[in-house]
Protein backbone atom coordinates (compact mmCIF):
# COMPACT_ATOMS: atom_id res chain seq x y z
CA UNK A 1 0.00 0.00 0.00
CA UNK A 2 1.17 3.59 -1.22
CA UNK A 3 0.71 5.10 2.42
CA UNK A 4 2.75 2.58 4.61
CA UNK A 5 6.14 4.20 5.13
CA UNK A 6 9.64 3.23 6.92
CA UNK A 7 11.44 4.84 9.54
CA UNK A 8 14.92 3.88 10.50
CA UNK A 9 15.91 4.49 14.12
CA UNK A 10 19.77 5.86 13.74
CA UNK A 11 22.99 6.79 15.64
CA UNK A 12 23.72 9.32 13.25
CA UNK A 13 21.71 11.26 10.08
CA UNK A 14 23.56 14.23 8.87
CA UNK A 15 24.83 16.90 11.45
CA UNK A 16 21.92 14.79 13.84
CA UNK A 17 22.88 12.07 16.44
CA UNK A 18 20.20 9.86 18.00
CA UNK A 19 17.43 10.86 15.52
CA UNK A 20 14.83 9.03 13.39
CA UNK A 21 14.82 9.15 9.92
CA UNK A 22 11.36 11.13 9.72
CA UNK A 23 11.26 13.77 12.37
CA UNK A 24 7.34 14.01 11.34
CA UNK A 25 5.83 10.82 9.64
CA UNK A 26 2.24 11.96 7.91
CA UNK A 27 0.08 9.20 7.45
CA UNK A 28 -3.47 8.18 6.33
CA UNK A 29 -6.05 6.82 8.59
CA UNK A 30 -5.07 3.25 8.09
CA UNK A 31 -1.42 3.50 7.14
CA UNK A 32 0.98 1.45 9.04
CA UNK A 33 4.55 2.78 9.87
CA UNK A 34 7.82 0.26 10.33
CA UNK A 35 10.26 1.01 12.53
CA UNK A 36 14.01 -0.46 11.74
CA UNK A 37 16.69 -0.56 13.91
CA UNK A 38 19.13 0.01 11.26
CA UNK A 39 21.34 1.72 14.35
CA UNK A 40 21.99 -0.72 17.45
CA UNK A 41 20.47 0.69 20.53
CA UNK A 42 17.44 2.29 19.87
CA UNK A 43 13.69 1.77 20.37
CA UNK A 44 10.18 3.38 19.73
CA UNK A 45 8.25 4.57 22.80
CA UNK A 46 5.28 6.31 21.96
CA UNK A 47 4.35 8.72 25.15
CA UNK A 48 0.70 10.17 23.74
CA UNK A 49 -1.47 10.11 21.47
CA UNK A 50 -5.26 11.02 20.83
CA UNK A 51 -7.69 10.18 22.80
CA UNK A 52 -9.33 6.40 22.15
CA UNK A 53 -5.90 5.51 20.41
CA UNK A 54 -4.01 2.21 22.62
CA UNK A 55 -0.50 3.37 23.29
CA UNK A 56 1.76 0.14 22.88
CA UNK A 57 3.54 -0.89 25.48
CA UNK A 58 7.05 0.44 24.37
CA UNK A 59 9.50 -1.80 22.18
CA UNK A 60 12.41 -3.31 23.10
CA UNK A 61 15.96 -2.02 22.05
CA UNK A 62 16.64 -3.34 18.59
CA UNK A 63 13.56 -4.54 17.81
CA UNK A 64 11.56 -3.88 14.38
CA UNK A 65 8.05 -2.57 15.26
CA UNK A 66 4.95 -2.10 13.06
CA UNK A 67 2.04 -0.18 13.93
CA UNK A 68 -1.19 0.71 12.23
CA UNK A 69 -2.75 4.23 12.76
CA UNK A 70 -6.30 3.64 12.84
CA UNK A 71 -7.63 6.93 15.28
CA UNK A 72 -6.33 10.49 13.56
CA UNK A 73 -4.43 12.89 15.03
CA UNK A 74 -1.13 13.12 16.32
CA UNK A 75 1.44 11.14 18.37
CA UNK A 76 4.83 11.93 20.32
CA UNK A 77 7.46 8.91 20.70
CA UNK A 78 10.58 8.35 21.83
CA UNK A 79 13.82 6.39 21.88
CA UNK A 80 13.76 5.67 25.87
CA UNK A 81 17.77 5.40 25.98
CA UNK A 82 18.05 8.62 23.94
CA UNK A 83 15.03 10.83 24.91
CA UNK A 84 16.79 13.68 26.28
CA UNK A 85 19.21 13.39 23.33
CA UNK A 86 16.62 14.68 20.94
CA UNK A 87 15.54 11.21 19.57
CA UNK A 88 12.06 12.30 19.64
CA UNK A 89 9.45 12.16 16.81
CA UNK A 90 5.82 12.93 15.85
CA UNK A 91 2.98 11.24 13.91
CA UNK A 92 0.41 13.39 12.34
CA UNK A 93 -2.60 10.77 10.81
CA UNK A 94 -5.38 11.83 8.30
CA UNK A 95 -4.29 15.74 8.71
CA UNK A 96 -5.87 15.96 11.95
CA UNK A 97 -3.79 18.54 14.55
CA UNK A 98 -6.88 18.38 16.84
CA UNK A 99 -4.42 17.05 20.04
CA UNK A 100 -2.26 18.98 19.32
CA UNK A 101 -2.73 21.11 22.50
CA UNK A 102 -2.10 18.00 24.51
CA UNK A 103 1.01 16.95 22.79
CA UNK A 104 2.11 20.44 23.32
CA UNK A 105 1.62 20.17 27.20
CA UNK A 106 4.13 16.89 27.38
CA UNK A 107 7.28 17.20 29.42
CA UNK A 108 10.26 17.02 27.60
CA UNK A 109 13.83 16.93 28.78
CA UNK A 110 17.40 18.03 27.76
CA UNK A 111 18.32 18.63 23.68
CA UNK A 112 14.87 17.19 22.88
CA UNK A 113 12.76 20.03 23.86
CA UNK A 114 14.62 22.42 21.28
CA UNK A 115 13.90 19.44 18.68
CA UNK A 116 10.46 19.60 20.13
CA UNK A 117 9.32 23.18 20.22
CA UNK A 118 11.22 22.85 16.30
CA UNK A 119 9.04 20.24 15.12
CA UNK A 120 5.90 21.83 16.84
CA UNK A 121 6.01 24.93 14.05
CA UNK A 122 6.09 22.38 11.21
CA UNK A 123 2.93 20.70 11.86
Avoid at 35 to 60: C, E, M, R, Y
Avoid at 74 to 85: E, F
Wanted: overall charge positive; some cysteine; aromatic content about 6%.
Amino acid sequence: KAGDITVEMLNKLGKEKMVYSENISRVDVGDTITWVPTSKGHNVHFIAGPDGWDIPKKSKNNEEVTITFDVPGVYLYQCTPHATMGMIALVVVGEDTSNLDVIKKMKIRGKSKKKFKKLLKEI
